[in-house]
């Protein structure tokens, strides 16, 4: 009984990692180290070095481990950089994907938690957007997510497998407990972006888009803690394990936040003025998007720990302090 998490030494797989080890779950990762670090896998779990999309390697640790359960991270993540190269994430987020869920079934591992996002909802028409919402991507990068939400519904559908499709809204935030956190190099995500413009890593933040159709013309985001977003995959994966039906569920809060509140509330947790500078809109994003969360709460019987944009800004805040009094930027 053995859980594979793929991109689990990345920003939210490795604090999957450290919660299946808190629950004492045998553990593997799988992650080719693209966007992830090897120190931020919890010393208990499994490490494999290599590619999601080697067929082979996959069948060996699914064997070799007892792989029962597949949390399946892995994958391009920024909205921008698949609108500039569209194949490279139909490549990395559908095909790999095709080869992890093709693993599974031909290795009978019957549950599956996949990361699909927000983003397959493009700019829906009503909000907060429920999982019913029409699919329409605004970006390549969401687009990529739902194909891989569509090979999951026909694969259960042929086969013994069921799977859990978590729509995730804006991931921010870090280990309560100061494990883990964002490390990613040259990350993109706003409030990442702002903690280290706060700390003087970077010159100035961006504000992309003030004429967007919303209260203060800047985009909103329904952004969840990391912590209640892990909480709702080990919801899943108990729920698959117990013989439950798929799902596919949004995480997120029900309630949005724009760029300058964000900096407002960055600026007020670190105690200083950012160095803020408007720039036009970013290509592929959307204008609003906050999720219904009835459903996750409902089947999962989730609720939130941590929904205070200051607590969640303060701890991505922390966890960028400490990796600097560690010496930890390796
Ligand atoms: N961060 C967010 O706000 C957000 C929102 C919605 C969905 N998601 C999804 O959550 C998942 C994790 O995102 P994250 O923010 O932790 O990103 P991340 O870049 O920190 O983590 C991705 C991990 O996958 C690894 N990886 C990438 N391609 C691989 C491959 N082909 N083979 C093996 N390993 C590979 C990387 O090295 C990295 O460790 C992604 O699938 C992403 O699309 C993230
Ligand atoms: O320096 C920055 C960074 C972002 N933004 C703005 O802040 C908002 C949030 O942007 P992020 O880049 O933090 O997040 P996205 O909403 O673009 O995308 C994130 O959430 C999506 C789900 O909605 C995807 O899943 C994706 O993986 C993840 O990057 C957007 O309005 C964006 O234009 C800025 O103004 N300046």
């Not at 010393?43 to 070095?49: G, S």
């Not at 640790?61 to 029962?68: K, L």
């Not at 938690?113 to 991507?137: Q, R």
Request: with cysteine; net charge negative; charged share 25%.
């Amino acid at each position: 009984m053995t859980v594979l998490v793929t991109g689990g030494a990345g920003y939210i797989g490795s604090h999957m990692v450290w919660e299946l080890v808190d629950r004492d779950e045998p553990v593997v990762v799988l992650d080719r180290l693209s966007t992830g670090f090897r120190w931020a896998v919890a010393p208990e779990a499994a490490f494999v070095e290599g590619d999601i999309g080697d067929e082979a390697l996959l069948d060996d640790v699914i064997a070799r481990f007892g792989v029962d359960a597949i949390i399946h991270f892995a994958g391009s993540v920024v909205v921008p950089d698949s609108v500039a190269d569209p194949l490279g994430y139909y490549l990395n987020n559908t095909v790999k994907s095709r080869a992890v869920i093709a693993a599974a079934v031909r290795n009978g591992v019957r549950h599956f938690v996949f990361s699909s996002t927000s983003a397959v909802y493009g700019d829906p028409p009503t909000i907060p957007v429920g999982e019913d919402a029409p699919l329409k991507p605004l970006s390549p990068y969401g687009t990529s997510k739902l194909m891989t939400e569509l090979m999951l519904a026909d694969v259960a559908a042929a086969h013994d497998f069921r799977y859990a499709a978590l729509r995730y809204f804006n991931v921010a935030g870090a280990d309560p407990k100061g494990r883990t956190g964002q490390s990613t190099r040259g990350a993109t995500h706003l409030i990442k972006v702002a903690v280290e413009t706060a700390l003087g890593d970077r010159p100035e933040i961006q504000v992309f888009g003030t004429d967007y159709d919303t209260p203060d013309g800047t985009g909103v985001r329904d952004y969840i803690h990391v912590a209640d977003l892990i909480d709702a995959h080990v919801r899943a994966l108990d729920h698959l394990r117990a013989g439950n039906p798929s799902l596919i569920a949004n995480c997120g809060y029900e309630r949005g936040f724009s760029v300058l509140e964000v900096l407002k509330a960055v600026e007020r947790v670190a105690g200083l003025s950012l160095p803020v500078r408007i720039a036009p809109r970013r290509p592929g994003d959307s204008p609003k998007v906050v999720a219904r969360s009835e459903r996750v709460r409902q089947v999962l019987g989730w609720a939130p720990r941590w929904d205070d944009l200051d607590t969640i800004v303060g701890h991505a805040l922390a966890w960028e302090r400490s990796r600097r009094r560690r010496n930890d930027l390796r």
